[in-house]
């Protein structure tokens, strides 16, 4: 008889045992499993929205990462040379400034962050979620604009509705007119928290609510790469054409912020899943070592009848397997359901982006939870085999009928 069917046999003659292993293992692996999918989720969840827009590069002022509000001077005919390049698909100009709005009934102003973007570029950096995006401002009508979904609620606004826009804080400190600008649309904006009160409109527009006046800046350039060559070469092109910027790709910014802002948290996924993991192998180790220490009869009984050290430790590894193999499957929809709740109280911090999750699932997690759980059961397993093939046959038969 081979080793798992031994082990086979063993866990089902002991049901009691058996449930109660697993499911301690179930619920140890379940929070392993979660600590996996800590550790890359901030990380795969911000590689999510830095792509959701389109764009895989970005070119920054001189203050760089994380310091993106450096003006970029002549950012038109930067943007023009960039188009140019065989390396870019598309090129969009942004623009950042905090404003006040008011909506089309009276109440208090409401703090804004208005974006300008250009609208040349063939694709938006929001969601459309009602009505449509920017168009191109017609000449006597009412510039457009674009609210987010926070933003619209807060002022009452709705599609076709008009809004209006004022350079400076919501406190009244600016002496520039208010610009009312018709809104077309409810969008979501990707790297925005869902409180955030934020607006869209077109360059034109964001320059009026400045207050005029001939600049050609931008606070970011974005830069979506020809499919043919990727990124990393269009992000060497657009390099060379001003060596005082900063240009990323998506992965760039990504590898930055793994570095740097988001090692607490994998720091402490590899503490916890550390942790975890001992706390099943010891689990295990000492419920096989308990059964064999009730089974020195039988196990030195299959000795005597010709069964091997080699069937024998078999049969314990198996065990081990059996145990900690089961307890791993059931452990994953566990650490599903338990990964969402976590995610959700993680997510209520304030001024996180609303796409934003702690808590991502992917493959590879899956395949380090399995690789884990395997090194798990045999560690844990290592301790009692040695007892079971060490065991003296004939002292531990008379020990048997004696007692």
């Not at 942004?94 to 089309?104: E, H, I, M, N, T």
């Amino acid at each position: 008889m081979s080793g798992f069917a031994l082990a086979r046999r063993t866990a089902v003659r002991y049901p009691a045992r058996t449930c109660l292993a697993v499911l301690g293992v179930a619920v140890i692996a379940a929070l392993n499993f979660d600590m996996l999918l800590l550790s890359r989720g901030l990380l795969l969840s911000f590689a999510d929205m830095l792509g959701g827009a389109g764009y895989d590069v970005r070119v920054m002022g001189g203050g760089g990462v994380p310091a993106i509000r450096f003006p970029i001077h002549d950012a038109a005919a930067l943007a023009d040379a960039i188009r140019r390049l065989p390396q870019v698909g598309d090129v969009a100009r942004v623009r950042l400034d905090q404003v006040s709005a008011a909506g089309p009934r009276s109440g208090p102003e409401q703090a804004v962050t208005l974006i300008g973007a250009s609208l040349d570029a063939a694709h938006p950096i929001w969601t459309i979620t009602a009505g449509r995006s920017l168009p191109v401002d017609e000449q006597g009508a009412p510039p457009s604009v674009v609210l987010g979904r926070s933003l619209a609620a807060a002022l009452g606004a709705e599609p076709g509705m008009l809004v209006r826009l004022r350079a400076g804080d919501r406190d009244g400190r600016s002496l520039l007119p208010a610009i009312a600008c018709r809104v077309v649309g409810v969008a979501d904006f990707s790297l925005e928290s869902a409180r955030a009160l934020t607006a869209a409109v077109s360059l034109d527009t964001f320059q009026a609510v400045q207050g005029g006046g001939a600049s050609d800046e931008a606070d970011l350039v974005l830069v979506a790469s020809a499919p043919e060559v990727g990124p990393d070469a269009a992000t060497a092109a657009v390099a060379r054409l001003r060596p005082g910027l900063h240009v990323y790709s998506n992965a760039a910014l990504v590898e930055q912020f793994n570095r740097n802002g988001f090692a607490y948290f994998r720091q402490m996924s590899l503490v916890l899943s550390t942790t975890t993991a001992t706390f099943t192998c010891l689990l295990v180790a000492v419920l096989l070592t308990v059964s064999v220490n009730q089974r020195l009869g039988q196990i030195a009984a299959l000795r005597a009848i010709g069964i091997s050290r080699q069937h024998v430790a078999a049969m314990l590894l198996w065990e081990s397997a059996l145990l900690v193999g089961v307890g791993g499957a059931v452990a994953l929809p566990i650490g599903g359901v338990l990964a969402r709740a976590l995610d959700d109280i993680l997510r209520r911090m304030p001024n996180l982006p609303e796409r934003l999750h702690f808590f991502v699932f992917e493959p590879r997690a899956v395949v380090l939870h399995a690789a884990l759980l395997a090194a798990t059961a045999v560690v844990a397993a290592a301790y009692p085999i040695w007892l079971a093939v060490r065991l003296p046959i004939a002292p531990t038969l008379r020990r048997e009928v004696v007692s």
